[in-house]
Each structure stands twice: as C-alpha cells, then as structure tokens.
Nanobody, 118 residues
Framework: VQLQASGGGLVQAGGSLRLSCVYS????????MGWFRQAPGKERQFVAA????????YYGDSVKGRFTISRDNAKNTVYLEMNNLKPEDTAVYYC????????????WGQGTLVTVSS
C-alpha cells in the first residue's frame, strides 16, 4: 500500500488548509479512506473518513462543522478541507486506506504536519 499525503503547513488560527492523499496500492478496491492525526504526547485521533462507494462521510466530534472530507475516485485521492483552524488542531495528519482486507485500516501514509499558530 502506498499513500502520499501533502498539503500541511503553518497557518494562523482561523485560517484554512487543504490536505490531499493519493492512493497507489495494488488492489483495485477501496472501501474507505480516512484521516487521523497525532499531536505531540497524545494518541492518534480519528478525524474523518469517507466511503469510496456512495461517499458517506464520518467525522470526529472535534472537527465537525469545520473540516470536510471528499474524494476523487478517478484519481484515487482523498482530500481534507480544514477551515477555522484552531491551535489544538496542530498535529501530524495521516491518511489511511481500508482495502477491505484485514482492516479496519490496511495502510497508512507518511503524515503531513499541520501547525496552527495563535
């Protein structure tokens, strides 16, 4: 499984960023893709996920109403639009893919750092 995440950076509180993650695994089936984050000294936290077929979305409570996950099936790419960013959103963001194999998540990207300054 290969996942390449990009789009992280430094932004002021209240600003926006858009993350992207491209899947280039060998399997032709994707059940879901999602985003997780991990802040220093904290456990990895679920952010959002999207079903590849149908596009149903799911969000962690802390990002509901501010973040939007979307996908481009043709490009095997998932996006995370992050608005009204807060300092507590600072973390390394990881994308993940569920290929319907052993699950729940079969592969992880390398992470992209998002830093929100106050």
């Amino acid at each position: 499984v290969q996942l390449q995440a990009s789009g992280g950076g430094l932004v002021q509180a209240g600003g926006s960023l858009r993350l992207s993650c491209v899947y280039s695994g060998r399997r032709s089936f994707i059940a879901r893709m999602g985003w997780f984050r991990q802040a220093p000294g904290k456990e990895r936290q679920f952010v959002a996920a999207i079903r590849w077929s149908g596009g149903s979305t799911y969000y962690g409570d802390s990002v509901k109403g501010r973040f939007t996950i979307s996908r481009d099936n043709a490009k095997n790419t998932v996006y995370l639009e992050m608005n009204n960013l807060k300092p507590e959103d600072t973390a390394v963001y990881y994308c993940a893919v569920d290929e319907g194999a052993t699950g729940p998540w079969d592969g992880w990207g390398q992470g992209t750092l998002v830093t929100v300054s106050s």
